[in-house]
């Protein structure tokens, strides 16, 4: 009897594990499906996508149309695209930590006049999108001359009030004792800012770092505003770009490959600084 | 080295007064212990001679410069933390290394200095690994390492123990107290352990409300404590007080027992005998209703009343006793270890 029920129950978890298993392969399918004919349709010829039916299986044209894309694209080669929006997206990323453990530290460790003030100040920003406070930064980077320019695709996107309030709830944990330790091992301020908190800080910058990347890297309206100069162009808009305005044809497999090249980036750092953080994370102290 | 001067030091955070002035007078070499429970402030005082906190009124001086003003960086000091403090993302040797680091001392010299405190301190087979990866007991040496390689005159410890299980603390107690003396090095500890103030202490501060209460050797405090709180905090378990009243040196005890007592004084009192004075004695004046025995091996503690009165009180017995015996119902002291307190003031009379 006790046997049998014991079975019985082995089996009923064997059989919803392939149950939630088939489900999300189920799932992975649905989300994958698309990004699968675009990769077909990037390896393929024009002809072959505007004829029905549509080819579900990848074409030999893979390197003809990845390379006419890398060293040709539409209106600028792909390449220069990629590293435009490697360096913003980089850019941003830098720029909105260092700014933001800054912006941290001076918050929690000093006392200063209007401190609260100004942590409300930059929590307030919190609630404005890029959109909202676009035009007034259009005007001031013009104003600059900064249009077609890096410095004008990241700086105004380098300010940061969700990474600030991150690194601000982080330092708050750092025990105090630790802060006294280093005044009394001789460490200023600064130095115990670059020894201490921004060593003991790396999990939460490897985390945030792949955020704000793929952040950076999605940029679309605001390089979309303040680039018109092709060299500029940043991916993400170089795709939109490269639809055909009238009665031209779109060359659809060098889009999708284009498509694809912008996926990988992105994908890159996610993989390979995922494995940086979960060792920062179980590295971290008790 | 050095001799570390407290004088009439007051500290208020806003307005609430926290110390109310506290003067000691520490030489060269001496172990001093501040014993008090939590909030007497004994914790804001060793943090103002470390230089965190910063002093209301009165003067600190370390080998007689006034260090009020001076960062705890310029204060020659080493402090040791009761969670550690250890810097989480660095090894053992890199914590140990770090004060000497910061002031620029050259590597060569700082390897040699970390290398020896970590043989004194039995950490060399662990001068790699993150202070994670040790134990309580191994995390507290590298605490204690951090604060010798840097040969400062003043060691500062703030309940480094009280982390720690009984057992540890116990080794801990005697290593601390050994090292400190072959060191030289003068010594402020703040606890608030009884047990720690009395076996490792030169000299105890007894605090109380952000006074010091008294001033003296372990035994001093212990045989004549020179006020109701310290004759409270210091033993254990705890004085017994009785209410009473002193008239033509006669104390008269509230269940009626009456003792001859050699003061001037008249009025109420609190008399004082320590649990491990009293013995019993078939004509001794102070009866017990007995309430519980707890037989802890070497001795036996009875608990219970005073005959017709609320007051409670402890007798410390040798050996062990039945705790389902009815117990031993009189008890007698010798005269010697009465006590005596004024009730109103708290203050020792002198006898």
Redesign the interface.
């Known amino acids: 009897m006790a046997t049998k029920e014991s079975t019985g129950m082995v089996e009923k978890r064997g059989r919803s594990l392939w149950l939630t298993h088939a489900l999300m392969i189920f799932g992975v399918l649905i989300v994958f499906f698309p990004i699968w004919l675009a990769f077909v349709a990037s390896t393929v010829t024009q002809q072959e996508i505007t004829q029905p039916p549509m080819p579900l299986l990848p074409g030999g044209e893979f390197f003809a149309n990845y390379s006419k894309a890398l060293t040709s694209g539409v209106n600028v080669p792909v390449l220069t695209m990629l590293i435009n929006s490697l360096i913003m997206a980089i850019g941003i990323a830098v720029g909105k930590i260092i700014i933001s453990l800054l912006s941290a530290f001076a918050i929690v460790y000093f006392k200063f006049p209007g401190r609260t003030v100004f942590f409300w100040l930059i929590f307030i920003t919190l609630m404005l999108p890029v959109e909202v406070r676009i035009v007034p930064t259009y005007e001031v980077i013009a104003g600059f001359g900064l249009l077609n320019t890096y410095s004008g695709l990241i700086f105004p996107l380098i300010a940061s009030a969700t990474a600030t309030f991150l690194f601000r709830q982080f330092f708050m944990t750092i025990p105090d004792e630790l802060t006294e330790a280093a005044r009394l091992d001789g460490a200023r301020p600064m130095r115990f800012f670059i020894d201490i908190v921004v060593p003991m800080s790396r999990t939460n910058i490897a985390a945030l770092f792949v955020i704000l990347f793929i952040y950076g890297w999605n940029q679309y309206l605001w390089p979309l505003l303040i680039t018109t100069d092709p060299e500029m162009n940043t991916i993400v808009m170089g795709i939109k770009q490269m639809f055909p305005s009238g009665d031209d044809v779109a060359d659809w497999p060098v889009i999708m490959a284009t498509s694809i090249l912008a996926m990988v980036p992105p994908v890159v750092i996610v993989v390979s600084m995922q494995k940086l953080f979960i060792r920062g994370l179980v590295d971290s102290e008790k | 080295m050095a001799t570390l001067s407290i004088k009439q030091v007051k500290k208020s955070f806003g307005k609430t007064d926290v110390i109310h002035g506290v003067s000691v007078e520490i030489s060269d070499g001496e172990f001093i212990v501040i014993v008090g429970p939590s909030g007497c402030g004994k914790s804001t005082l060793l943090r103002m001679v ?3 906190e910063t002093v209301s009124d009165g003067e600190i001086a370390i080998d007689g410069k006034v260090v009020n003003d001076l ?3 310029d204060r020659d ?3 040791v ?3 550690y ?5 660095m090894n053992v040797r890199e914590n140990m290394a ?2 000497l680091k ?2 620029k001392v050259p590597a060569a010299v700082r390897a040699e200095k970390v290398n020896a405190a970590a043989e004194r301190l039995q950490l060399t087979d662990y001068l790699d690994r ?3 990866e040790l134990s309580g007991g191994q995390r507290q040496r590298v605490a204690m390492g ?1 604060a010798i390689v840097r040969e400062p005159s003043v060691f500062l410890f703030d309940e480094p123990l009280s982390n720690l299980d009984a057992k540890l603390r116990v080794q801990m107690r005697l290593e601390i107290k050994e090292l400190q003396s072959s060191l030289g090095v003068t010594s402020l500890y703040v606890t608030h352990d009884q047990v720690e103030a009395m076996t490792m202490a030169d000299r105890m501060i007894v605090m109380n409300g952000g006074r010091a209460e008294q001033i003296g050797t372990p035994l001093e405090v212990y045989e004549k404590p020179a006020s109701l709180f310290a004759a409270q905090f210091i033993g254990s378990p705890a004085m017994n007080l009785f209410r009473g009243y002193i008239e033509n040196q006669t104390l008269r005890l509230d269940n009626g027992a009456t003792l001859p007592v050699s003061t001037e004084h008249s009025g109420p009192v609190q008399a004082g005998v320590r649990p491990e004075h009293l013995y019993p004695a078939d004509q001794g004046p102070l009866d017990m209703a007995v309430g519980y025995i707890e037989p802890l091996g070497a001795t036996t503690l009875q608990h219970g009343k005073l005959q017709g009165t609320d007051v409670a009180f402890t007798v410390c017995l040798p050996g062990i006793v039945d705790p389902n015996s009815p117990g031993a119902k009189r008890f007698d002291f010798d005269n010697h270890h009465l006590h005596l307190f004024d009730a109103d003031t708290g203050a020792a009379l002198s006898r």
């Open positions: 470390a230089g965190l960062e705890p960086m000091i080493a402090m933390f009761q969670n403090a250890l810097y989480p993302h770090y004060g910061v002031a993150k202070p994670r951090r």
